[in-house]
């Protein structure tokens, strides 16, 4: 059991979108990395990677790979004049089996993706955004922001790639 675990779905709150959602992984970990509410990050994922409501977030690596910044909207506000919420996001790295070199340093006999745990054990400070095969999830601070299931069997997924909200 992951001891350093919290539940991502506590980002969705009382969001009326929210509530008619499934298959919104991104959405919630870029709403929990980003430290924004659940609206601002379903409307940002719908617009930067053409998601429709209900279905996954397909492209994700790619689209990221490509993003420096987010701009979240303020949800509610109609002053012309609103910026929104900006977000820095370097690229941290992506696993060996993608051609990446994001290799857990813990074993030398061959290249090995960081675990979930192991990534969250070493780099505890600051908040990124993980995805691993079909998944996406939050690490802040060292802490996994994730579905709740996966605090018992989640942890050994091999990170595909990782992003860094500055």
Do not use: W
């Not at 977030?57 to 420096?68: I, P, W, Y």
Request: proline letters at 2%; aromatic letters at 10%.
């Amino acid at each position: 059991m992951l001891k350093n675990f919290e539940n991502g779905y506590q980002v969705s709150g009382s969001s009326e979108i929210a509530s008619k959602e499934k298959n919104d992984c991104v959405v919630r970990a870029i709403a929990n990395a980003c430290d924004v509410n659940y609206d601002q990050a379903h409307k940002y994922v719908a617009d930067t990677f053409d998601r429709k409501k209900g279905k996954g977030t397909f492209q994700m690596q790619s689209t990221l790979d490509n993003v420096k910044e987010m701009t979240f909207d303020e949800v509610g506000q109609l002053d012309l004049f609103n910026e929104g919420i900006t977000r820095k996001l370097k690229l941290f790295g992506h696993g060996p089996k993608q051609g990446g070199d994001m290799v857990n340093p813990r074993y030398n006999h061959k290249p090995v993706a960081y675990t979930v745990k192991a990534f969250a054990q070493d780099f505890n400070k600051g908040n990124y955004i993980v995805g691993v095969r079909g998944h996406a999830l939050a690490i802040c601070d060292g802490v996994v922001m994730d579905n709740s299931n996966y605090q018992y069997d989640g942890y050994r997924r091999p990170v595909e790639c990782a992003y860094q909200v500055q």
